[in-house]
T-cell receptor, first 111, second 114 residues
Framework: SQQGEEDPQALSIQEGENATMNCSYK?????LQWYRQNSGRGLVHLIL?????REKHSGRLRVTLDTSKKSSSLLITASRAADTASYFC???????????FGTGTRLQVFP | DGGITQSPKYLFRKEGQNVTLSCEQN?????MYWYRQDPGQGLRLIYY???????QKGDIAEGYSVSREKKESFPLTVTSAQKNPTAFYLC?????????????FGPGTRLTVT
């Protein structure tokens, strides 16, 4: 069964607006990662947050993690057309040794 | 430049033929992975390898085979036993296997079998 589920499945916004996407998972995790995938390309790592962290920032990205709710959110501030991509969360559940990817959120940023 | 290369970018095969997808990395990473991605879907793990000459099945290994004879190379063979092989295949590597390590991805190979 899928460990991570992103919400919404698709999101359309104007340049300059903020984009928020969420990830929920089912079992306890060691850490959670977010990746970006441009259409037809490989994935690019964005940020990793460990289970004992609540918030992490990287440039215009802000990631939060709520282990009690088994959820994470990725906020992209002041979005740009170049942010148009699919965004995936990936978790490595306790007692496993591999990442499990969610189904992704497709973000469209209009200029 | 360090990175992961996959070739070819597009591959077309007839049903019943085996096909091998190439994956090479010069990042000196120990762990390598193969994923399959179907339209609108997330990634599913096919095989992974932590060290040379050792690999493990992922969630959807049936119909696929791999080898890890060199640290830099992790080729994937899609056999005729794979019932629905048309998909986008992604190779990745990480410093080590397990939690806490980001994965670096190649550009992918889109395989079409008719």
């Amino acid at each position: 069964s899928q460990q991570g589920e992103e919400d919404p499945q698709a999101l359309s916004i104007q340049e300059g607006e903020n984009a928020t996407m969420n990830c929920s998972y089912k079992t306890s995790i060691n850490n959670l990662q977010w990746y970006r995938q441009n259409s037809g390309r490989g994935l690019v790592h964005l940020i990793l947050i460990r289970s004992n962290e609540r918030e992490k920032h990287s440039g215009r990205l802000r990631v939060t993690l709520d282990t009690s709710k088994k959820s994470s959110s990725l906020l992209i501030t002041a979005s740009r057309a170049a942010d148009t991509a699919s965004y995936f969360c990936a978790t490595d559940a306790e007692y496993t040794d591999k990442l499990i990817f969610g189904t992704g959120t497709r973000l469209q940023v209009f200029p | 430049d360090g990175g992961i290369t996959q070739s070819p970018k597009y591959l077309f095969r007839k049903e019943g033929q085996n096909v091998t997808l190439s994956c090479e990395q010069n990042l000196n990473h120990d762990a390598m992975y193969w994923y399959r991605q179907d339209p609108g879907q997330g990634l599913r793990l096919i095989y992974y390898s932590q060290i040379v000459n050792d690999f493990q099945k992922g969630d959807i290994a049936e119909g696929y085979s791999v080898s890890r004879e060199k640290k830099e190379s992790f080729p994937l063979t899609v056999t005729s036993a794979q019932k629905n092989p048309t998909a986008f295949y992604l190779c990745a590597s990480s410093i080590s296997q397990g939690w806490g390590y980001e994965q670096y991805f190649g550009p992918g190979t889109r395989l079409t079998v008719t």
